[in-house]
């Protein structure tokens, strides 16, 4: 576990955090779903709960669950001895857990590690699998995740590879900000490190620009994002070009049920959230 110092500018602890319009929490591909599709997945079961720091498989584990985030997020994260370990997707209420079953594959090939507590929905492996198989609408929505999932890990090997830490954590704490729906969130050492893939001196060096520009707050892991705006422009071009692909492939989806006056209530609610998530 890496530890990092107190935040190293001095910070006003008076600093007012902007506050996140907050919309009803639902799982969007949960909500871009019929009602009966949505319901043969669910059943009665009530969502559970993720506690922070909850490891829910290891690579190479048999995948036993599959998560729909509603107010957690989940940190993906490749395999690695100490520090040769990156994180390269995170999984909230846009997305879902366990999208190699979809290729019909059991096996997790990352690590998965709640960063971000709250609760989800879990459903298990046999009965998803069954109903995927069985019901082309539900396959076909939860494809259209997987095209957008398959791009993100896509971009962060770009990412990794060619953009600057500094930018690099701007983008990664808008993606946290925006699973965590909040302009304050506790993000670990150990999450940072996985984050950047850089050693100690890189985290601190990056944060600490970020709070000289006044962007955001950072002590001991408790972050707070004050100039949400001036964080976009000081991220790489990964972030506007995510949420540029999931609002065309699944932002679209939601547009033409609209269009169709197949309007479910969890539909409208996907729409009321998807102002957050989606161009
Ligand atoms: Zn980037």
Not at 202 to 219: C, D, E, H, P
């Amino acid at each position: 576990m890496l530890s990092l110092p107190d935040s190293p500018v001095p910070v006003t602890t008076t600093s007012p955090v902007p506050s996140i319009r907050r919309a009803p929490i639902e799982n969007l591909l949960l909500a871009s779903l019929s009602d009966e599709d949505r319901a043969r997945l669910l059943g009665d079961a009530p969502p559970i709960d993720l506690r922070l720091a909850e490891t829910l498989s290891e690579s190479g584990d048999r995948i036993h669950h599959v998560y729909f985030p509603i107010d957690s997020f989940i940190s993906l994260i490749t395999p690695g001895v100490d520090r040769a370990q990156l994180e390269i997707g995170l999984v909230g209420n846009e997305g879902m857990l366990g999208v190699p079953l979809l290729l019909g594959i059991h096996v997790s090939p990352l690590r998965a590690l709640v960063q971000g507590t709250g609760h989800a929905w879990r459903i298990d492996a046999s009965h998803f699998m069954r109903l995927i198989e069985s019901h082309a609408t539900i396959r076909n929505a939860l494809n259209r995740y997987l095209y957008v999932f398959l791009a993100q890990l896509m971009q962060t090997a770009t990412c990794t590879r060619y953009h600057l830490v500094e930018a690099r954590l701007a983008r990664w704490l808008l993606m946290t900000r925006d699973r965590a729906h909040s302009n304050q969130f506790h993000v670990t050492h150990e999450f940072l490190a996985y984050m950047l893939g850089v050693r100690r001196v890189g985290v601190t060096s990056a944060a600490s620009a970020l709070q000289r520009r006044k962007l955001i707050r950072y002590q001991r892991g408790d972050i707070a994002v004050l100039d949400v705006s001036g964080l976009e422009k000081a991220a790489c071009p990964c972030y506007a070009i995510d949420k540029k692909i999931y609002g065309r492939v699944l932002g679209k989806r939601r547009a033409s049920r609209h269009a169709a006056g197949r309007e479910s209530k969890a539909t409208r609610l996907a729409g009321e959230i998807g102002a957050a998530i989606s161009c």
